[in-house]
């Protein structure tokens, strides 16, 4: 059986160690990996922006989780929703709720009058690329970075 719900305390601990793997994803050796940070962003988070934090559970165990946001532009003050963070237990990947999650989100931004739903994903990161471009997302920025060196022993990512 399949649920998709609201976070709950309960499963903060478990959700703080997939946000680490998404900080190692998008931030390599940049990436905060300290499971308390992680618990901390989402505690403070679901005070004020719970209605947007969702999880699936598959045979009453976690299996994935999404985290939209409301923003507002800074220039022309458009109101979007954001995707803060979406994962997958790696058991659940390329099923059929990583569709039925993912929609979800859509549908609950529109459901709250959105009409424009960004999601920023790490170049590298083919998966989620994929899923954003099947819903019909299209890619609008790329952003390019330099580092004159690299720390001795760190491999440098293309």
């Given amino acids: 059986m399949m649920t998709i719900r609201w976070i709950e305390a309960k499963d903060v601990q478990e959700i ?13 050796n940049e990436a905060v990996t300290d499971i308390a940070f992680h618990v901390r962003k989402l505690e403070k988070a679901m005070v004020r ?19 939209l946001s409301s923003r507002e ?8 929703m954001q995707f803060r963070s979406f994962y997958v237990h790696k058991v659940y990947r390329g099923t059929f709720g990583v569709d039925d999650l993912f929609k979800a989100g859509i549908q609950w931004a529109i459901s709250e009058g959105c009409q424009h739903i960004v999601g920023h994903v790490q170049v590298h990161n083919l998966p989620m690329r994929a899923l954003y471009k099947k819903y019909g997302f299209a890619p609008t920025h790329l952003t390019m970075e330099y580092r004159a060196s690299t720390a001795e022993g760190e491999e440098r990512r293309d």
């Fill in 16 to 28: 703080a160690g997939w946000e680490r793997e998404i900080a190692i994803l998008s931030f390599g």
């Fill in 49 to 67: 922006e719970r209605s947007g934090m969702f999880v699936w559970e598959a045979d009453k165990c976690l299996a994935g989780w999404m985290w």
């Fill in 73 to 80: 532009n800074s220039v022309t003050q458009e109101a979007y």
